[in-house]
């Protein structure tokens, strides 16, 4: 009964190649994201959408297409992979208030390795 | 523009020391703010809030006072444990569910 789970964990892929990870939420949220954590352990926030509508896109090159079938998923695929993209990538949920500041849960992470 | 600063890490203490790691902010208006801990391997979650000044969240023993005369958001344990080695991030809200993060302090408590 995990609360937002993402597949795969671990993902090991050459330069060049195209792959996709996805997210799932059982909590019931309108709006899920994805972080980038890079080696520092630095996060970034990457996209949101609410309803499966986009509401955040930050400056991401657009190798990045991330994909909203229903409000309780949201799947990145990643064309053409650099080096540069080896990364934790984090989904995470919220439930959106007016009164903003809510909290967000997070998947386990998809430790993505390019070679 | 708004940010957040926190104390570089990594931060090595000893099983019963006392923590503290330091984060100040700055945002228009007076915002909630968040500290999130991921523990190795694992994915963030939340550890404790304050959504107005002068609040004080806790959780676990931890706690942090929202202070808006010095735009702080301190996190403190009394006395941690081999368990409580992690990475702590301070979080502040922009709208639309957008957080900041600082940029993480790694706690290791040696036995």
């Known amino acids: 009964d995990t609360a937002v789970s993402q597949t795969p964990k671990y993902l090991v892929t050459q330069m060049g190649n195209d792959k996709s990870i996805k997210c799932e939420q059982n909590l019931g949220h309108d709006t899920m994201y994805w972080y980038k954590q890079d080696s520092k352990k630095f996060l970034k926030i990457m996209f949101s959408?609410?309803?499966?509508?986009?509401?955040i896109n930050e400056t991401v090159p657009n190798r990045f297409s991330p994909k909203s079938p229903d409000k309780a998923h949201l799947n990145l695929h990643i064309n053409s992979l650099e080096l540069g993209d080896s990364a934790v990538y984090f989904c995470?949920?919220?439930?959106?208030?007016?009164?903003?500041?809510?909290?967000?849960?997070f998947g386990p992470g998809t430790r993505l390795l390019v070679l | 523009g708004d940010s957040v600063t926190q104390m570089e890490g990594p931060v090595t203490l000893s099983e019963e020391a006392f923590l503290t790691i330091n984060c100040t902010y700055t945002?228009?208006?007076?915002?909630?703010l968040f500290w999130y801990v991921q523990y190795p391997g694992e994915g963030l979650q939340l550890l404790l809030k304050?959504?107005?000044?002068?609040d004080k969240g806790s959780n676990k023993g931890f706690e942090a006072t929202y202070r808006k005369e010095t735009t702080s958001f301190h996190l403190e344990k009394g006395s941690v444990q081999v368990s409580d080695s992690a990475v702590y991030f301070c979080?502040?809200?922009?709208?639309?569910?957008?957080?900041?993060f600082g940029q993480g302090t790694e706690l290791s408590v040696k036995p």
């Open positions: 979080a502040l809200p922009l709208g639309g569910g957008k957080l900041i």
């Open positions: 959408y609410n309803n499966k509508e986009l509401i």
């Open positions: 945002a228009t208006g007076y915002p909630s």
């Open positions: 995470a949920s919220s439930q959106r208030s007016n009164r903003g500041g809510e909290t967000q849960y």
């Open positions: 304050a959504t107005k000044a002068d």
